[in-house]
């Protein structure tokens, strides 16, 4: 008997069932012992012993499904050494419940907090494979982690909406993007959408540089100015403040979002009107797009295949158009930044588009 238990945890996102599916539909291709006990809601189910077992059929017809069948939650990686509100020792609780239920292995759909405590059951002696989940694509070691190109189409069609609006009304648009501590969502939204000036939280942005370029464009006769913007951009001013200062200015603002404190920056500088446009949860929800299906399902029979080996402490990953596993201890707590001076950034610089840097 093949016992495997699985689990999604952390933010959702469109591929998480399609790559359950692939995962499943690959070990009962290869054996008809298989028991799938699936905990709900992340690292919770596995900490309180909630799970239903699961068979093939459930796996069925959920390729386009978005969200996930197990339900997931976040448990942040550094409370998981403290106890619970009574007094549980989560870790020693997750571990009890693998023996209890004689697990051969854990399935782990993650992003980054949830890889690093899938490392940690690992450090404890669980066998674990894991899988790169996030629209964010931040996880170091994968090219691509599932989710992310959903997520760019969704946002891709929010800026291609929002053109036709802009220009009717000659408007400056701000389209706030998913993505806290990495740009990628915006980048390649801004880039695919047309986007006149995309804000990273990797590239520090001057407001006076977007309103010379807001002026200029206006100058020259174009009609309107989109403008991509992460959730986590930042001036360069606050760029230098430490992480203290960087904390209690984020408490005591007065904007809701990033977005809005762009709009206060452009309307002090510029006398166009600016409209904000925040997606937020869409770029999360919906159908997997074509290409995180395919992904999803290689990434699923990588790690299938991993469990049939006996290979585990693994995160199943793309690199260079190939499925490869990498090392859970290397991929632990690194993220996978947009680098400033890459070939993609310098591209979008020669097509014009501004990052409000230079
Ligand atoms: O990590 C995925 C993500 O969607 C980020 O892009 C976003 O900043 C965050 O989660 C939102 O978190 P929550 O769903 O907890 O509001």
């Known amino acids: 008997m093949l016992r495997v238990g699985m689990l999604t945890s952390g933010g959702d996102c469109q591929a998480l069932n399609a790559t359950m ?91 980054n907090g949830t890889q690093k405590t899938a490392n940690l059951l690992r450090e404890e002696g669980l066998n674990i494979v894991s899988l790169p989940k996030t629209i964010d694509n931040d996880l170091w070691g994968t090219d691509m982690t599932f989710g992310f190109q959903s997520a760019v189409d969704i946002a891709t069609d929010v800026i291609d909406k929002i053109h036709t609006t802009a220009t009717s009304h000659s408007r400056v648009f ?28 990797e590239i520090p942005y001057d407001p006076e540089n977007l309103a010379d370029t807001i002026n200029r464009r206006a100058k020259e006769g174009k009609r309107f100015t989109i403008i991509a913007v992460a959730e986590g951009a930042i001036t360069k001013k606050d760029a230098k403040l430490s992480k203290k200062e960087m904390k209690e200015k984020q408490a005591n603002s007065p904007y809701p979002s990033v977005a809005y ?90 097509v014009g588009i501004s990052f409000g840097d230079e």
């Open 21 to 111: 599916r692939g995962i499943v539909k690959s070990l009962y291709g290869k054996r008809d012992d298989v028991e799938i006990y699936g905990f709900q809601e992340g690292y919770k189910g596995l900490i309180y012993s909630n799970f239903k077992m699961l068979t093939s059929k459930d796996f069925s017809g959920i390729l386009t499904v978005g969200g996930t069948i197990l339900g997931t939650s976040r448990q942040p990686f550094k409370k998981m050494r403290e106890p619970d509100e009574n007094g549980l020792d989560k870790v020693e609780a997750m571990k009890h419940t693998y023996h209890k239920l004689n697990l051969d292995c854990l399935v782990i759909l993650g992003g």
């Open 174 to 201: 701000i389209v706030e993007i998913m993505g806290h501590r990495v740009g990628w969502v915006a980048l390649h939204a801004g880039i695919a959408g047309g986007a006149d000036i995309i804000l990273l939280p």
């Open 261 to 350: 404190e762009v709009a206060a920056e452009l309307q002090k500088r510029t006398d166009q009107e600016v409209r904000i446009t925040v997606p937020g949860h869409t770029q999360r929800g919906g159908i997997p797009c074509a290409y995180d299906r395919v992904l999803s399902t290689r990434l699923g029979a990588s790690a299938a295949q991993m469990i049939l080996d006996g290979e585990f402490g693994y995160m199943a990953a793309m690199v260079d158009g190939e499925t490869t596993k990498i090392p859970l201890s290397e991929v632990a707590g690194k993220l996978k930044y947009v680098d400033p001076k890459s070939s993609i950034i310098k591209e979008a610089k020669l």
